[in-house]
């Protein structure tokens, strides 16, 4: 484990990088396909992370301030039920080791995890908000609809 922290830290602190493509999103394809047929229903919580190092570029800081803007301004009665949370998590802090490790973190990101009632968890990278952080209100609606998707169990 702490190797794997020591890891996430020397990544981080590399800069800010993904090992995705452009316009890509990372699914947890293990548990997506269990959780294709899921309703609003069968949606227990979403999870929106933003994962970053202490030390954070422009860019970095900007998809996290935007992220939480976003879930504050489209999704109060889904924050205060707690069906959604969102968090800005310092990967190098030790405490959080667990959830980096959960959610497979190598870089600053942004992450969205699904839980389901039949306990699924679907977790995925969302790279698209990095290309949307000079379009406030295109990042804000793109990330909105994602998220009004994963509330009702579409994984789409």
């Not at 908000?129 to 998220?147: F, R, S």
Request: aromatic share 10%; hydrophobic share 40%.
């Amino acid at each position: 484990m702490l190797a794997a922290f020591a890891l996430v830290c020397v990544l981080l602190a590399s800069g800010c990088t993904s090992q995705n493509q452009p316009g890509a999103t990372a699914n947890n394809t293990d548990n997506a396909a269990s959780a294709m047929s899921n309703s609003a229903s069968d949606v227990q919580k979403v999870e929106v992370f933003h994962f970053h190092g202490t030390h954070q570029c422009y860019s970095c800081i900007t998809v996290g301030s935007l992220a939480e803007k976003t879930v504050n301004t489209s999704f109060k009665d889904e924050l205060d039920s707690g069906r959604l949370v969102f968090g800005h998590i310092n990967a190098e802090l030790e405490e959080n080791g667990d959830l980096v490790a959960k959610y497979g973190v190598t870089s600053a990101s942004l992450w969205i995890g699904t839980y389901y009632v039949n306990g699924t968890f679907v977790k995925e990278e969302n790279v698209n908000v990095w290309y949307k952080i000079n379009d406030e209100a295109g990042y804000m609606e793109y990330l909105k609809g994602i998220l009004q998707k994963r509330l009702r169990g579409e994984l789409d």
